[in-house]
């Protein structure tokens, strides 16, 4: 019935996790890699331009800061799918669709941890800048943002991991990095590119964690030892 | 402030024109979509509520039973601390999304288990790490005092730690179910229902009244029930003290 | 050890995997398509099928979310890629998501269905109750589809492959009484009445059961209600409960369960062969002869068979589009 010439394939298994399938998607799995890194960088960059100036701004007032950080909140409740699917036809293909909603959601541990960083610097070190005739605007960042620092890694941390983690549902709308291949993989029912992606998530959180983790350790040899988060 | 705003409101405006707004107030207006069922028989909102209040329901109830006592077991071993913090690192960088779809496409299949599996284990973290370290730094001095009372092992943390941890356990209930709300929405993308279904179908239509009214449905309860279990939460403090008072009696 | 230059070794790795895959390649596709005479091996050169000329700029290649898209977008972009354009593909989740983009031109090439394509166009233009253009006649469809497609798209060759309904019944069973067509079956049923599998709709749409009833004048004498090509229909095929069933044309595992699809030889079934929709700026040039010269490659068969690869043998969309383009001597 069937012509023969046909199209043939090597039978790949369809296991949980093959070094095979790793090897010889080595090429996809890199660029896979870059795209879900770039992103992370993207929104998490975009996260902390924003969260710096809110901070900034939630200090001036008690009730600037419980309504920022509510804002920050109520944000972080709103659910991924809902966020990224609302600004698909807004942005269409652009890769703010899925940065914008990541960087929304790294707000309130930014927001935060700049907060408690800045509530760190004592007034008598402000008072001492002050008195060396600095503005305020230069106290704030040569001075308040510089003693916040450690808090500041300590909340990237926690953001970058969780970002790392959020671009897979970016998939669902056509985002990259591994939320493609993701979504590819139910696609095709493949066990082995979900399960492989998957892990790639984790790793690569993982690889960022301990890369901030020393970031932090370099910046504040001090409180080397100390438990973090 | 508004300033800063109005560019991003023009362009939301100009993507998302007329016919849209007109779809999404329909959408809103209609009788039916808040019903049990619509007219063509599909699942109206108050049913893909239930559903949702259901498996979320569900999912932080399993995750309780398992989440607490293994709190209290993990308080009872020296290495208990690490495994609590591995467990809490290890649930944030796993993608849930990724392991939802793994068991549809796997041995569990497409569906309300395939939902509920990861919601459970996802919800048990948050509750683990706040019951542990509300059991954990209960003042020891409360608990061999119990004890010296005669009261056994298990009675001291029926009756001592239990209730002094409960502001903390309070926070990870929040916690948990806040996470399991959200997450319940993704699970619409494997078939299991709920409030995500608006979004997942309407998106895959185009059909932007459900697209656009799920949206906001979902958000709105999200954020809700963030709102009022803080509210919740706020209430058991008051109730039950937080932990510094009690370091003091 | 390994743990010391993962990198390294993964690549080299790679490197190994590749070249088993190549030497593969170059045995079992000897010979197979003697119209190609020369392979190009060096990058400076274009593959044959860009037709000489050479392509530039970024194209996205939409997807609908099913494997059989995923890997046909591969496909295509690989072969935009091999002819100089920056080619990446997209995944949606169905045709109502990605073609107002593709009518606005963020997305400018999609592997599309002829028949389901003119009816949907048709539909945006015309309202939901719109009669039906599409065809069971594949050129028919194409002209309509021509007739309605907005000036900034358009449709290159069709593919001999389509996805599209069709009937199937046991191998053994038709062997035995010799059954190719449906007329075939039709005459069959005249002294055996058939019973007839499908999704619960068959009962009440034109594809199904009345078009086998009056445009084949088969006897039926039974429904049993299944599901839409599925592992249902499937099993009431081989389990002798139904004697035909609704299958989809390029599903593979309709002949590995030992079933076989009967000609639709009175086209009941709308053509909906693969085409590919383009912006009218791919309408010519490099990118119109590689997507051409693809699609005359995709039969019936191939297509079947690329699907079987993905859903089945479980390579990736990527890696089966790679080996396709290579087995077919394409690039």
Same mark, same amino acid.
């Given at each position: 019935?069937?012509?023969?010439?046909?199209?043939?394939?090597?039978?790949?298994?369809?296991?949980?996790?093959?070094?095979?399938?790793?090897?010889?998607?080595?090429?996809?799995?890199?660029?896979?890699?870059?795209?879900?890194?770039?992103?992370?960088?993207?929104?998490?960059?975009?996260?902390?331009?924003?969260?710096?100036?809110?901070?900034?701004?939630?200090?001036?007032?008690?009730?600037?800061?419980?309504?920022?950080?509510?804002?920050?909140?109520?944000?972080?409740?709103?659910?991924?799918?809902?966020?990224?699917?609302?600004?698909?036809?807004?942005?269409?293909?652009?890769?703010?669709?899925?940065?914008?909603?990541?960087?929304?959601?790294?707000?309130?541990?930014?927001?935060?941890?700049?907060?408690?960083?800045?509530?760190?610097v004592s007034g008598e070190t402000v008072d001492a800048a002050r008195g060396m005739g600095l503005s305020n605007?230069r106290i704030f960042?040569r001075v308040r943002?510089?003693i916040?620092?450690?808090?500041?890694?300590?909340?990237?941390?926690?953001?970058?991991?969780?970002?790392?983690?959020?671009?897979?549902?970016?998939?669902?709308?056509?985002?990259?990095?591994?939320?493609?291949?993701?979504?590819?993989?139910?696609?095709?029912?493949?066990?082995?590119?979900?399960?492989?992606?998957?892990?790639?998530?984790?790793?690569?959180?993982?690889?960022?964690?301990?890369?901030?983790?020393?970031?932090?350790?370099?910046?504040?040899?001090?409180?080397?030892?100390?438990?973090?988060? | 402030?508004?300033?800063?705003?109005? #560019?991003? +409101?023009?362009?939301?405006?100009?993507?998302?024109?007329?016919?849209?707004?007109?779809?999404?107030?329909?959408?809103?207006?209609?009788?039916?979509?808040?019903?049990?069922?619509?007219?063509?028989?599909?699942?109206?909102?108050?049913?893909?509520?239930?559903?949702?209040?259901?498996?979320?329901?569900?999912?932080?109830?399993?995750?309780?039973?398992?989440?607490?006592?293994?709190?209290?077991?993990?308080?009872?071993?020296?290495?208990?601390?690490?495994?609590?913090?591995?467990?809490?690192?290890?649930?944030?960088?796993?993608?849930?999304?990724? +392991?939802?779809?793994?068991?549809?496409?796997?041995?569990?299949?497409?569906?309300?288990?395939?939902?509920?599996? #990861?919601?459970?284990?996802?919800?048990?973290?948050?509750?683990?790490?706040?019951?542990?370290?509300?059991?954990?730094?209960?003042? #020891?001095?409360?608990?061999?005092?119990?004890?010296?009372?005669?009261?056994?092992?298990?009675?001291?943390?029926?009756?001592?730690?239990?209730?002094?941890?409960?502001?903390?356990?309070?926070?990870?209930?929040?916690?948990?179910?806040?996470?399991?709300?959200?997450?319940?929405?993704?699970?619409?993308?494997?078939?299991?229902?709920?409030?995500?279904?608006?979004?997942?179908?309407?998106?895959?239509?185009?059909?932007?009244?459900?697209?656009?009214?799920?949206?906001?449905? +979902?958000?709105?309860?999200?954020?809700?029930?963030?709102?009022?279990?803080?509210?919740?939460?706020?209430?058991?403090?008051?109730?039950?003290?937080?932990?510094?008072?009690?370091?003091?009696? | 050890?390994?743990?010391?230059?993962?990198?390294?070794?993964?690549?080299?790795?790679?490197?190994?995997?590749?070249?088993?895959?190549?030497?593969?390649?170059?045995?079992?596709?000897?010979?197979?398509?003697?119209?190609?005479?020369?392979?190009?091996?060096?990058?400076?050169?274009?593959?044959?099928?860009?037709?000489?000329?050479?392509?530039?700029?970024?194209?996205?290649?939409?997807?609908?979310?099913?494997?059989?898209?995923?890997?046909?977008?591969?496909?295509?972009?690989?072969?935009?890629?091999?002819?100089?354009?920056?080619?990446?593909?997209?995944?949606?989740?169905?045709?109502?998501?990605?073609?107002?983009?593709?009518?606005?031109?963020?997305?400018?090439?999609?592997?599309?269905?002829?028949?389901?394509?003119?009816?949907?166009?048709?539909?945006?233009?015309?309202?939901?109750?719109?009669?039906?253009?599409?065809?069971?006649?594949?050129?028919?469809?194409?002209?309509?589809?021509?007739?309605?497609?907005?000036?900034?798209?358009?449709?290159?060759?069709?593919?001999?492959?389509?996805?599209?309904?069709?009937?199937?019944?046991?191998?053994?069973?038709?062997?035995?009484?010799?059954?190719?067509?449906?007329?075939?079956?039709?005459?069959?049923?005249?002294?055996?009445?058939?019973?007839?599998?499908?999704?619960?709709?068959?009962?009440?749409?034109?594809?199904?059961?009345?078009?086998?009833?009056?445009?084949?004048?088969?006897?039926?004498?039974?429904?049993?209600?299944?599901?839409?090509?599925?592992?249902?229909?499937?099993?009431?095929?081989?389990?002798?409960?139904?004697?035909?069933?609704?299958?989809?044309?390029?599903?593979?595992?309709?002949?590995?369960?030992?079933?076989?699809?009967?000609?639709?030889?009175?086209?009941?079934?709308?053509?909906?062969?693969?085409?590919?929709?383009?912006?009218?700026?791919?309408?010519?040039?490099?990118?119109?002869?590689?997507?051409?010269?693809?699609?005359?490659?995709?039969?019936?068969?191939?297509?079947?068979?690329?699907?079987?690869?993905?859903?089945?043998?479980?390579?990736?969309?990527?890696?089966?589009?790679?080996?396709?383009?290579?087995?077919?001597?394409?690039?």
């Amino acid at each position: 019935m069937r012509p023969p010439g046909g199209f043939t394939f090597h039978k790949q298994g369809n296991p949980w996790l093959s070094w095979h399938y790793i090897t010889s998607n080595s090429h996809a799995i890199l660029s896979a890699t870059s795209e879900h890194v770039t992103l992370t960088i993207e929104a998490v960059a975009l996260g902390l331009a924003l969260s710096i100036p809110l901070a900034a701004l939630a200090r001036q007032r008690q009730w600037l800061r419980s309504t920022i950080m509510n804002f920050c909140t109520a944000l972080y409740a709103v659910p991924s799918l809902a966020f990224i699917v609302a600004l698909v036809k807004v942005f269409n293909l652009s890769r703010l669709t899925v940065v914008i909603p990541l960087a929304a959601y790294s707000l309130v541990i930014l927001v935060r941890n700049i907060l408690t960083g800045l509530d760190e610097v004592s007034g008598e070190t402000v008072d001492a800048a002050r008195g060396m005739g600095l503005s305020n605007p230069r106290i704030f960042f040569r001075v308040r943002l510089p003693i916040a620092t450690p808090a500041i890694v300590a909340g990237l941390r926690l953001a970058v991991v969780s970002t790392i983690e959020l671009v897979v549902i970016g998939g669902y709308v056509g985002g990259g990095g591994y939320g493609a291949k993701v979504f590819e993989g139910f696609n095709t029912k493949s066990h082995t590119e979900l399960a492989t992606y998957i892990v790639l998530t984790v790793l690569l959180a993982l690889i960022a964690d301990s890369l901030l983790l020393l970031t932090q350790r370099l910046i504040t040899p001090w409180r080397r030892g100390m438990a973090t988060s | 402030m508004s300033s800063y705003l109005l #560019p991003a +409101v023009g362009v939301v405006s100009q993507r998302v024109n007329n016919s849209t707004w007109h779809q999404i107030t329909t959408w809103f207006t209609t009788a039916s979509t808040w019903a049990w069922h619509g007219e063509n028989g599909e699942a109206g909102v108050a049913q893909l509520f239930w559903e949702h209040v259901w498996i979320s329901g569900l999912s932080l109830l399993i995750a309780t039973a398992i989440g607490i006592p293994l709190a209290v077991a993990l308080t009872r071993w020296r290495r208990g601390g690490l495994v609590v913090t591995s467990v809490a690192n290890a649930a944030r960088s796993i993608p849930i999304v990724g +392991v939802m779809l793994l068991l549809a496409v796997g041995p569990v299949g497409v569906g309300t288990e395939s939902a509920i599996i #990861p919601l459970v284990v996802f919800a048990i973290p948050p509750l683990l790490t706040n019951a542990y370290t509300g059991i954990r730094d209960v003042d #020891p001095e409360m608990t061999d005092a119990a004890t010296g009372m005669g009261m056994s092992r298990l009675q001291v943390t029926r009756r001592v730690e239990l209730p002094l941890a409960i502001p903390l356990i309070a926070t990870g209930v929040r916690l948990a179910a806040v996470q399991v709300w959200a997450t319940a929405t993704i699970a619409a993308i494997i078939g299991s229902g709920g409030l995500g279904q608006l979004i997942v179908v309407g998106y895959a239509t185009q059909a932007y009244g459900e697209v656009y009214g799920g949206i906001i449905v +979902v958000a709105v309860t999200a954020v809700a029930l963030d709102m009022s279990l803080l509210r919740a939460q706020r209430g058991v403090r008051r109730r039950y003290g937080s932990l510094a008072p009690i370091e003091g009696s | 050890m390994p743990g010391s230059r993962p990198k390294t070794i993964m690549l080299s790795a790679a490197g190994v995997a590749l070249a088993l895959t190549l030497a593969a390649c170059g045995s079992s596709s000897s010979g197979g398509n003697p119209s190609v005479q020369t392979t190009n091996t060096s990058n400076s050169s274009l593959p044959a099928l860009c037709g000489g000329q050479h392509g530039s700029g970024k194209v996205v290649v939409a997807a609908a979310a099913f494997s059989e898209n995923e890997t046909l977008a591969q496909i295509y972009a690989l072969a935009l890629k091999a002819c100089g354009y920056n080619a990446s593909t997209k995944n949606f989740a169905s045709r109502e998501v990605y073609y107002p983009l593709v009518k606005k031109g963020t997305i400018k090439v999609v592997p599309e269905y002829a028949a389901t394509l003119t009816d949907y166009i048709n539909t945006l233009a015309n309202g939901a109750n719109a009669p039906s253009k599409a065809s069971g006649d594949i050129n028919t469809t194409i002209t309509a589809l021509k007739a309605e497609l907005p000036s900034s798209l358009a449709v290159l060759n069709a593919a001999a492959g389509t996805d599209k309904n069709a009937f199937a019944v046991k191998k053994s069973f038709a062997t035995a009484n010799h059954i190719q067509t449906l007329s075939q079956l039709a005459t069959y049923s005249k002294s055996h009445p058939l019973t007839l599998a499908g999704p619960p709709e068959c009962p009440s749409r034109p594809f199904c059961e009345p078009g086998l009833k009056n445009t084949y004048g088969m006897k039926i004498k039974g429904f049993k209600q299944t599901d839409p090509g599925g592992p249902l229909t499937e099993k009431a095929l081989t389990s002798g409960k139904a004697d035909v069933g609704l299958v989809f044309t390029s599903d593979p595992t309709v002949v590995q369960k030992g079933l076989v699809v009967l000609t639709d030889d009175k086209n009941l079934q709308a053509s909906d062969n693969i085409v590919p929709l383009v912006a009218s700026s791919l309408a010519t040039g490099a990118a119109a002869n590689a997507l051409n010269a693809v699609d005359s490659k995709l039969d019936q068969t191939t297509l079947i068979d690329l699907n079987k690869a993905v859903q089945i043998d479980h390579g990736t969309p990527q890696q089966v589009a790679q080996q396709f383009l290579k087995d077919e001597n394409l690039t």
